[in-house]
């Protein structure tokens, strides 16, 4: 076999076979075949695109390139759920101890935030003490013992797709349907799942800013789900303004136990419910979606998922005080205020503005090894709907330092758009796809 030929063939249109995406893929993780035949291959998938058996064959050639965690000592089906993500989403702060309180155990993998978008580890970590490296064995213990655990990623997973995304990134090949399905979805295999729940967004604020694509990728990700044997289920949400209220890393640890006290944004609340559902019918847990969403609504008011967070602090060597007394988190020495300039209805916030607006704060990572303050960020005190007056708040900035605070602060006001109007009222949950 030659890579020229393999080339050649995406490029006249045609589908590759197992064996010959095999060829590139080990090819390519053993450095026997290089970047800018890889490149070439990328450019022509961009263009002609894969069929559903291609992309599950990549799929499982990419999860195969490293370690494949069996998440098999752990008793049960291992629902895993995955944000294509955004700005400001506290989602698996809560959702993962409000599903393990239906009895769903979760073996939580995740990943620091880059760019304008948060990672679980960063947030997780401004909790006092709480430990996100287990070694494996723990790992499974915790699991086992209180139903969830949530670390960071570990071993060698996915390196042909590490590989192959650096790619992609400087030879503008990242915007591919089945590339970027098959990144995703290799990821959550190698992981161990048997089952995902994805939660694909679309919006300003999101990777795939229009509905049709974001569709297709959601789509895409599903169809790889039942050609490898992994039921799929994939919700098409929006991103057209940050998911709750707070951006930043302490604060939406704070936010999160805001939510499961029962007191949280109504926005974050209902994702969280809708996706737990989604988790527990994948699981046989329900037959019925709404026999899910009832039975989370039990374990929110209860106090169970709650509680059942404070367990997972305990058990992962943090505070878990936290959960009664926020002021043990991490807090910002300043802040400031950012008012409406008119009055009338919040139209727009530009979710991006307000995660660049909080990585310019701090809270988030320009590249791979900046360092993050996890106290500060921000906080909307208006969503798109809201009615404003003229000088009202619309948000408050968190700060330590002052360095990009005039930028941050710009970025923030900018993100804003006020309508003499009242918008149509902004839809959470466009479409359910499996
Ligand atoms: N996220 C991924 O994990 N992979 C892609 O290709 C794009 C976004
Ligand atoms: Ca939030």
Request: charged share 25%.
């Amino acid at each position: 076999m030659r890579a020229y030929d393999i080339i050649y063939k995406k490029r006249e249109g045609k589908s590759l076979t197992r064996a010959e995406l095999e060829f590139l893929i080990t090819g390519y993780v053993k450095e026997e075949i290089p970047d800018y035949q890889i490149s070439a291959w990328a450019m022509a998938v961009f263009f002609q695109g894969m069929d559903a058996q291609e992309t599950a064959d990549l799929t499982m050639l990419m999860a195969e390139s490293g370690d494949m965690i069996d998440l098999s000592p752990i008793t049960g089906t291992k629902v895993d759920k995955h944000s294509t993500g955004g700005v400001g989403d506290t989602t698996t702060l809560v959702l993962a101890p409000l599903v393990a309180a239906a009895g769903l155990p979760v073996a939580k993998m995740s990943g620091r935030g880059l760019g304008h978008t948060g990672g679980t580890i960063d947030k997780l970590e401004s909790i006092p003490d709480f430990n996100t490296s287990l070694s494996e064995d723990k790992f499974f213990d915790n699991v086992n013992q209180h139903g969830l655990a949530v670390v960071g990623q570990t071993g060698n997973l996915t390196p042909a797709d590490k590989k192959l995304y650096a790619l992609r990134d400087v030879t503008a090949t990242v915007e591919s349907i089945p590339l970027i399905a098959s990144s995703i979805m290799s990821k959550k295999i190698a992981g161990g799942a048997d089952a995902i729940v994805l939660d694909v967004k679309t919006g300003n604020g999101a990777f795939m800013k229009d509905k049709s694509s974001a569709r297709k990728l959601a789509q895409a990700m599903v169809n790889i789900g039942k050609q490898t044997g992994r039921k799929t289920a994939a919700y098409l949400t929006d991103m057209n303004q940050p998911l709750g209220k707070a951006v930043g890393n302490a604060l939406e640890v704070k936010e999160a136990i805001t939510t499961l006290r029962g007191d949280g944004p109504a926005d974050l609340t209902e994702l969280c419910i809708e996706l737990g559902a989604g988790m527990l019918k994948l699981a046989d847990k329900v037959t019925e979606l709404k026999a899910g969403k009832k039975l989370l609504r039990e374990k929110l008011n209860s106090g169970a998922a709650l509680a059942k967070l404070k367990e997972m602090i305990t058990a992962q060597g943090g505070n878990p005080a936290v959960v009664e007394d926020l002021t043990l988190l991490p807090t910002a020495e300043n802040s400031l205020e950012i008012t409406a300039a008119k009055s009338g209805y919040i139209n727009e916030i530009e979710a991006i503005e307000v995660g660049l607006a909080a990585m310019l704060l701090g809270a988030g990572r320009e590249n791979k090894d900046s360092q993050i303050d996890l106290a500060v960020g921000l906080e909307l005190k208006k969503k798109i709907g809201d009615q404003v007056k003229k000088g009202e708040s619309l948000a408050v900035i968190y700060y330590n330092s002052a360095q990009n605070l005039a930028e941050a602060k710009a970025k923030l006001e900018q993100s804003f758009t006020i309508s003499s109007d009242k918008p149509a009222s902004n839809k959470l949950i466009y479409e359910i796809i499996k």
